[in-house]
């Protein structure tokens, strides 16, 4: 596997951290599927770009001049990266829950939306207000294919959506996003991925997977916060009303006396009213050339050791229970549950923070039917549970400071050790 020193380095991989003993330790972030850090190439992209800072397609002057070049070339950026076709739009967005909302508002009327109750909330909740067909969160992959065929065919006739999830926030599991796009297809359905979780460490490929749109967000990709898009076929997008109305996204506006007549942009900027985000989508595409750049094997060699490492040492600690919806040799990107037998999530997450620098994610990861349905299967009486997550920022050390901590914890230190009696945790 590629040792990190042939990686690009990412922001704050020097940072130093105070632990309640004083003792300063550099910070393990075992938090990359919340947001990743942001690589060092991006870092230098946005350095370069802000002396030029102007709003773009706005003037005539040479910085306004060069903030919108770099914007619209972001768009091919994009568009290569998810492996659409050349034709495909690209609406930049603040992240993956602005781009499905996006494409929610723009469903033609009549549609029918078939998503799985595993979904982030991102994706299992924008379509409220729809004709929305569930599907209950299947316990195998085949399960996942047989249930949306069955669902498809009961749905009424008119244009159809189906959502799908590219890698799981909950348990890290890839989903067989070319297998149920052709179960879509055959019931005529349009295919909407969203790639939040799988675009940071798997390549997307939209047009041989055949779906029509990808979301995705760029702080998970390791650029900073605040761009994402959404990429894909035009024709929903042109006929929808504007995503946001203002500057930007009209072609022209004119005085009819009793009320203004409006005529709306084409797309991409009849949804991106407002000025743009262009630091933040050269800082993503920064992040998309930077990724391609390493190379897939790269990402995924050295995340696959990192993952195994974790999962196999998790397994070695007593009580601790790993979430997965399907088989453990089920192709997953570096995101890892647990649970721990008699120890609040909370409590853990603060004392791996506070007493080792480590920070790992504690709750219900915006999926609570998912993270709800995964406790009950592993017979925990709870709600929450702790999250693990890797990528281009870790290494082997804080790894294994991590397992070190969570072993030294539940095994030894009884001030962790709390029951959930009465739906309360108790000591
Ligand atoms: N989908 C998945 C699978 C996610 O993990 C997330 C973020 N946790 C989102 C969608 C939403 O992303 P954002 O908060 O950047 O909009």
Do not use: N, Y
């Given at each position: 596997a590629p040792s990190p020193a042939t990686l690009p380095g990412v922001v704050g991989d020097q940072l130093r951290v105070p632990l309640v003993t004083g003792e300063q330790v550099s910070y393990a972030n075992l938090d990359h599927a919340a947001s990743a850090p942001c690589l060092e190439p991006v870092r230098r992209a946005v350095d370069e770009l802000l002396p030029w800072y102007a709003s773009v397609h706005r003037g005539a002057g040479l910085a306004s001049q060069v903030c919108t070049r770099v914007y619209e070339r972001a768009r091919d950026v994009l568009r290569r990266f998810v492996g659409a076709r050349p034709d495909a739009a690209v609406v930049f967005t603040r992240n993956t829950t602005d781009a499905l909302n996006l494409l929610a508002r723009a469903l033609p009327k009549g549609t029918t939306v078939v998503r799985f109750d595993s979904d982030h909330h991102a994706a299992?909740?924008?379509w409220r207000g729809r004709q929305v067909r569930r599907v209950g969160v299947p316990a195998?992959?085949?399960?996942a294919i047989?249930?949306?065929?069955?669902?498809?065919a009961a749905c009424p006739v008119g244009p159809r959506?189906?959502?799908?999830t590219g890698a799981s926030n909950v348990t890290g599991e890839v989903w067989p996003i070319a297998e149920l796009s052709a179960v879509a297809r055959r019931h005529g359905a349009r295919v909407v991925?969203?790639?939040?979780?799988?675009a940071p460490h798997r390549p997307v490929r939209a047009t041989e997977w055949d779906v029509d749109w990808v979301a995705l967000s760029g702080h998970k990709l390791y650029?900073?916060?605040?761009?994402?898009?959404?990429?894909g076929v035009a024709d929903w997008l042109r006929a929808a009303e504007p995503y946001l109305i203002g500057g930007g996204a009209t072609r022209q506006v004119v005085d009819l006396g009793e009320r203004l007549g409006v005529s709306w942009a084409a797309v991409p900027e009849r949804h991106e009213a407002g000025s743009p985000n262009v630091i933040g989508v050269h800082a993503l595409a920064a992040a998309c050339d930077a990724l391609c750049e390493l190379g897939w094997d790269t990402i995924t060699a050295h995340e696959q050791v990192l993952v195994e490492t974790l999962r196999a040492g998790l397994g070695r600690i007593p009580g601790v229970r790993q979430l997965a919806l399907w088989a453990p040799d089920h192709p997953r990107v570096g995101v890892v549950s647990f649970a721990v037998d008699g120890v609040d999530p909370g409590l853990l997450a603060t004392a791996l923070s506070a007493e080792h620098g480590v920070g790992v994610r504690d709750g219900a990861f915006c999926a609570h039917l998912t993270t709800r349905s995964l406790l009950t299967g592993a017979g925990v009486d709870g709600e929450r549970a702790l999250r693990a997550s890797i990528g281009l920022g870790t290494n082997p050390e804080h790894v294994e400071r991590f397992l070190g901590a969570l072993a030294r914890l539940v095994e030894h230190d009884p001030r962790w050790c709390y029951r959930l009696v009465d739906g309360r945790w108790t000591p």
């Open positions: 299992l909740l924008p195998s992959p085949e399960e047989a249930a949306l065929d069955r669902t498809l959506l189906v959502v799908l991925l969203d790639a939040a979780q799988l650029a900073p916060f605040g761009a994402g898009a959404l990429v």
